[in-house]
């Protein structure tokens, strides 16, 4: 009870899945039981459960080690952050905490799913002006070679070339979700095409987040509070010769603003 208690009264929560590519994660409904697992362990109070650890009234629960990166040149690692609000310092934490947690100096390739302004649409707008503190932030990473390439998510024809024209740092990639169609847009695939940028595909749900999904990784746990997302990352581990998942795992931020502190 003594740590329900904890939690409850704490303004934010990290919860690290560990590496989740061998308990076939395949969707966000079983994402979110691991991280719920993984919380439900830590109050359990075992000493063998997963350590937490606390600075000020921020808790990290840590769900365990990713793979063991043992020559870093091999590796490729990738990440996919989702963020709920156009905040830099957001982006900032999200970016310092994998970095720790995959005890890495820089990371491949970092792609930013903003929040969605038409979540009934496969693509969003973006005016630049709306992401540029976010993108600069990002921008800094690569300027201090923690992160080598930048991209984004499901970025319209005229959104990719509104950021494209106005970044100092350029994107390399568009992560697209194609599941209602089959191919993008003439006008986007045409920028993209002119000016080398990747069009990758994804299948992950427009609204990554929705408040079902942080009562789940809170449900029956007894933790109170006003829980809200600040941001979902996902990171991917692939040894390159041979093109092998090695590693795929989860951080997730929740905030807590009315807790007493």
Same mark, same amino acid.
């Given at each position: 009870?003594?740590?329900?208690?904890?939690?409850?009264?704490?303004?934010? =929560?990290?919860?690290?899945?560990?590496?989740?590519?061998? #308990?076939?994660?395949?969707?966000? %409904?079983?994402?979110?039981? !691991? +991280?719920?697992?993984?919380?439900?362990?830590?109050?359990?109070?075992?000493?063998?459960?997963p350590v937490c650890q606390s600075k000020k009234s921020?808790?990290?629960?840590?769900?365990?080690?990713?793979?063991?990166?043992?020559?870093?040149?091999?590796?490729?690692?990738?990440?996919?952050?989702?963020?709920?609000?156009?905040?830099?310092?957001?982006?900032?934490?999200?970016?310092?905490?994998?970095?720790?947690?995959?005890?890495?100096?820089?990371?491949?390739?970092?792609?930013?799913?903003?929040?969605?302004?038409?979540?009934?649409?496969?693509?969003?707008?973006?005016?630049?002006?709306?992401?540029?503190?976010?993108?600069?932030? =990002?921008?800094?990473?690569?300027?201090?070679?923690?992160? #080598?390439?930048?991209?984004?998510? %499901?970025?319209?024809?005229? !959104? +990719?070339?509104?950021?494209?024209?106005?970044a100092k740092i350029k994107p390399t990639t568009n992560?697209?979700?194609?599941?209602?169609?089959?191919?993008?847009p003439d006008d986007l695939a045409a920028f993209a095409?002119?000016?080398?940028?990747?069009?990758?595909?994804?299948?992950?749900?427009?609204?990554?987040?929705?408040?079902?999904?942080?009562?789940?990784?809170?449900?029956?746990?007894?933790?109170?509070?006003?829980?809200?997302?600040?941001?979902?990352?996902?990171?991917?581990?692939?040894?390159?010769?041979?093109?092998?998942?090695?590693?795929?795992?989860?951080?997730?931020?929740?905030?807590?603003?009315?807790?007493?502190?």
């Open positions: 009870m003594e740590r329900v208690k904890l939690l409850s009264a704490s303004n934010s =929560l990290t919860i690290h899945s560990g590496n989740v590519l061998y #308990n076939l994660v395949m969707s966000m %409904d079983e994402i979110c039981a !691991s +991280l719920c697992g993984n919380v439900k362990a830590w109050l359990i109070e075992n000493g063998n459960q921020s808790l990290f629960i840590d769900g365990g080690s990713p793979y063991e990166i043992e020559n870093r040149d091999d590796v490729k690692i990738t990440l996919k952050v989702f963020l709920q609000e156009f905040d830099p310092l957001i982006l900032q934490e999200a970016l310092d905490t994998a970095l720790g947690v995959l005890k890495t100096s820089h990371i491949d390739s970092v792609l930013l799913s903003f929040p969605p302004n038409n979540p009934d649409s496969n693509f969003q707008q973006f005016k630049f002006s709306t992401i540029e503190a976010v993108w600069k932030k =990002l921008e800094s990473y690569v300027e201090k070679h923690a992160v #080598n390439k930048i991209g984004v998510c %499901d970025f319209d024809g005229t !959104s +990719l070339q509104d950021l494209f024209t106005n992560q697209i979700n194609l599941v209602q169609c089959c191919t993008p095409a002119e000016n080398e940028v990747m069009l990758l595909t994804h299948s992950d749900p427009t609204v990554i987040l929705p408040p079902k999904t942080v009562q789940c990784i809170l449900s029956d746990t007894g933790v109170t509070g006003d829980w809200r997302p600040s941001y979902l990352l996902r990171y991917t581990c692939v040894v390159k010769l041979r093109e092998i998942v090695k590693c795929r795992g989860y951080l997730v931020k929740l905030s807590n603003p009315q807790a007493s502190t």
